[in-house]
């Protein structure tokens, strides 16, 4: 089992920053790929970011790049999400997950079906 805690979240006014963290009890192999998720109310989740392990190569959802940066503390176990020039679009609930599995699966196309374990979120509100 994997726990995965976010924090981070917050408020902001359009053209504001936030960093978001994301603490993993463990992780039991060595190869995965770590990503940030994002749902607002009546959409579905989808990816905004995601980082591979051995890598460390990071993938990024168009409408995020240039604004926003993945990084990985391993020696920590933590994820890092620094969201600038935040938009009102940004608003939703985000998610960082973990998949284990080749570095091939960690991109913006790999359905959110394949990640193996989930935190509960932190809200991000973006007001403009």
């Known amino acids: 089992q994997v726990q995965l805690v976010e924090s981070g979240g917050g408020s902001v006014q359009a053209g504001g920053s936030l960093r978001l963290s994301c603490a993993a009890s463990?992780?039991?192999?060595?190869?995965?790929?770590v990503g940030w998720f994002r749902q607002a109310p009546g959409k579905e989740r989808e990816g905004v970011s995601t980082?591979?392990?051995?890598?460390?190569?990071?993938n990024y959802a168009d409408s995020v790049k240039g604004r926003f940066t993945i990084s990985q503390d391993n020696t920590e176990n933590t994820l890092f999400l620094q969201m600038n020039n935040l938009k009102p679009e940004d608003t939703a609930m985000y998610y960082c997950?973990?998949?284990?599995?080749?570095?091939?699966?960690?991109?913006?196309?790999?359905?959110?079906?394949?990640?193996?374990?989930w935190g509960q979120g932190t809200q991000v509100t973006v007001s403009s």
């Open positions: 997950a973990v998949g284990f599995g080749p570095d091939r699966l960690c991109t913006m196309v790999t359905g959110v079906g394949w990640y193996n374990y």
């Open positions: 463990r992780y039991t192999s060595s190869s995965y790929c």
């Open positions: 980082i591979y392990s051995g890598t460390g190569s990071p």
